[in-house]
């Protein structure tokens, strides 16, 4: 008990550091990022992380001004049964996401989303793909619209969580639920069937995978990232 107290002071510590992030060291989540290095992370089908993701005061940024090294930013490790928790902002007209449940076999899956599932990230305000009413912060990309927007302004950080057990999906941006949903079962088929994913074979079939930090084109910034294993 005592190194877990310690260690939410020291997240406390830390500028920019929310409550969300500083009580969930007390309940048992793990750091997904040293706030150093890209280690425990690479880019999707690679071995290392690409030139374009760099670590920046404790944050994973994606600089689109860097000529090389693109792609979605991946977890080395699966996972199936999670609650993941993470800080992100976006420049101005950005468009990028979380993307979980991913299979990663470049030579069966060309991307992250080919399998994945997406919590979508973007200027709601800015960007064009925002005018889809499921492409908005928060969605379940082209699949369910958030209930809300409880989002912030571009530039200002934002918290979202992912929460997945047993086909159980809940996502919450900044302590509120947006989207409450049951993964793999006949409604949620039929809400895919409804999507643009209809036809994409494997899509959302897998329930073990990889989260990725997705690459748009657009600078991002994500920090805090957090996991409890369910």
């Known amino acids: 008990m005592k190194k877990y107290i310690v260690s939410a002071l020291l997240l406390t510590a830390i500028a920019g550091v929310n409550t969300i992030q500083a009580q969930s060291v007390k309940k048992g989540f793990k750091a997904l990022s040293d706030g150093k290095t890209t280690a425990g992370w690479h880019t999707y089908g690679q071995a290392t992380a690409g030139e374009k993701w760099k670590v920046e005061d404790g944050a994973f940024h994606l600089d689109p001004s860097v000529q090389n090294g ?3 930013l991946i977890t080395d490790k699966e996972y199936t049964n999670f609650h993941l928790i993470y800080d992100w902002k976006v420049a101005p007209n950005a468009n990028s996401g979380v ?3 991913v299979k990663e076999d470049k030579e069966k899956y060309h991307a992250t989303y080919s399998t994945g599932l997406e919590m979508q990230v973007i200027d709601n305000d ?6 889809n009413v499921k492409h908005r912060a928060a969605d379940l990309y082209d699949i369910i619209a958030s209930s809300s927007e409880p989002v912030k302004p571009v530039g ?4 979202g969580e992912i929460i997945s057990k047993n086909g159980k999906l809940e996502l919450k941006l900044n302590g509120v639920t947006v989207v409450k949903t049951t993964l793999w079962n006949d409604d949620f088929k ?13 899509f959302a079939a897998f329930k073990t995978g990889k989260i990725a930090l997705q690459d748009h084109g657009d600078e991002v910034w994500y920090r805090n990232i957090m996991i409890k294993e369910l």
């Open 70 to 72: 693109g792609g979605d």
């Open 126 to 131: 800015g960007h064009p793909d925002a005018k």
């Open 99 to 101: 993307i979980f449940y």
């Open 156 to 159: 200002e950080w934002n918290t």
């Open 190 to 202: 039929a809400l895919l069937a409804k999507s643009k994913f209809a036809t994409w074979k494997d």
